[in-house]
């Protein structure tokens, strides 16, 4: 069993910068690959980063690529998000969440075993 809190969200500017971390419960974090998912207000949740079990291999959705950065550090038990160069569209709950079968990570979210409860960002044009 993994529990995951996020924190770090807020209101920022556009053009400007966030850093969200996940912090996770249990010896075995280091087991599990690690993502990101956002939802907007009427939409459905979408993909943002996944990093693999080890750091080794990230993944980013198109929209983010250049600008977001997903960072594991297992001796934290935390994943952390930085968002750079954000827009308003990034506007959205994140979440974190966690895959123990697919260690090199994934852009689906059906994969994932655990989340958090999400943590609001609002980019204000």
């Known amino acids: 069993q993994v529990q995951l809190v996020e924190s770090g969200g807020g209101l920022v500017q556009a053009g400007g910068s966030l850093r969200l971390s996940c912090a996770a419960s249990g010896r075995t974090f280091s087991s599990y690959a690690m993502g990101w998912f956002r939802q907007a207000p009427g939409k459905e949740r979408e993909f943002v980063a996944a990093?693999?079990?080890?750091?080794?291999?990230?993944y980013y959705a198109d929209s983010v690529k250049g600008r977001f950065t997903i960072s594991r550090d297992n001796a934290k038990n935390t994943v952390y998000l930085q968002m750079n160069r954000v827009k308003p569209e990034d506007t959205a709950v994140y979440y974190c969440a966690a895959t123990a079968a697919y260690r090199s990570g994934s852009d689906y979210a059906g994969e994932y075993d655990y989340w958090g409860q999400g943590t609001q960002v609002t980019v204000s044009s």
């Open positions: 990093i693999s079990w080890k750091g080794g291999r990230t």
